[in-house]
């Protein structure tokens, strides 16, 4: 579980003037020490009402949905891309960000904010989900091809390639038959009925390869395959 912010902190102007003016009374404070305390106080009252976890339920009960096929994103500009735990800048997830050449993949999209998944595989393989800005993404084409009724022969065959070519130690080839594999049987294998956990083994697959861990992206990619063409067999009976 991702850590929260809690609820911000709302303070009214009148209880703000009103302790101001206790204070001016019992201490005899001069007007720079008022004014310093008042600056204090007073920008509390731009975070009034914001309740992180209700606003992360709205939005994604009202966001617009990024089909799997088309979420991949790249992260552009510079620096820190910041996690939200709610799509608004009260809510942020203190030490808790990505960095531009991290893949992300969108979920839904409200109010100039995006709501992504990212692998941490610097933090036990964990799945991250969280709200950005959406300024900070672009489509990068990637993401999972729309269903269709993919030949189980062919998608039987890739993977039987891809897993001669791991046993020959051609992890690279391995990984580009497998994946041609998956996107063959594209979100074919897919029902209500099922727990599937892969999108999020997917995305570890491709972060394993992009830090040269050819071995174990080829392993997973193909592992994936198995995975998603016994589904698919299962689905169709």
């Known amino acids: ?35 310093f305390i008042a600056l204090v106080l007073l920008p509390f009252r731009a975070f009034a009402g914001v309740d992180c976890d209700k606003l992360n339920e ?6 617009n949905v990024i089909p799997d096929f088309d979420s991949g994103r790249d ?19 203190v030490g808790w960000f990505v960095l531009p050449g991290d893949t992300l ?25 969280a709200w950005v800005v959406s300024s900070r993404l672009r489509e990068n084409g990637e993401g999972i091809v729309p269903g269709h009724s993919p030949d189980v022969e062919e998608v039987s065959r890739q993977l039987k390639d891809g897993e001669s070519a791991i046993s020959q130690r051609k992890f690279e080839s391995a ?17 209500k009925d099922i727990e599937d956990d892969t999108d999020s083994k997917l995305m570890a697959a491709g972060l394993l390869r992009k830090d040269g861990k050819l071995e174990n992206a080829a392993s997973m990619y ?16």
């Open 58 to 63: 709205v939005g994604e009960n009202i966001a």
């Open 1 to 35: 579980m991702m850590p929260q912010p809690k609820t911000a902190v709302s303070l009214n102007f009148r209880c703000a003037f009103s302790l101001i003016k206790i204070l001016s009374i019992k201490h005899s404070m001069s007007r720079v020490q008022l004014l």
């Open 175 to 191: 990984i580009e038959i497998c994946r041609g594999g998956l996107d063959a049987i594209g979100d074919a294998y897919w029902s």
């Open 75 to 93: 992260i552009v500009g510079n620096g820190r891309l910041q996690f939200y735990s709610a799509p608004d800048v009260s809510c942020k997830m």
């Open 222 to 237: 193909c592992g994936i395959l198995a995975t998603r063409l016994h589904l698919y067999i299962k689905k169709k009976g």
């Open 105 to 129: 993949f969108a979920k839904f999209v409200y109010k100039g904010f995006t709501k992504v998944s990212f692998i941490a595989m610097k933090k036990s393989d964990r799945e991250i989900t």
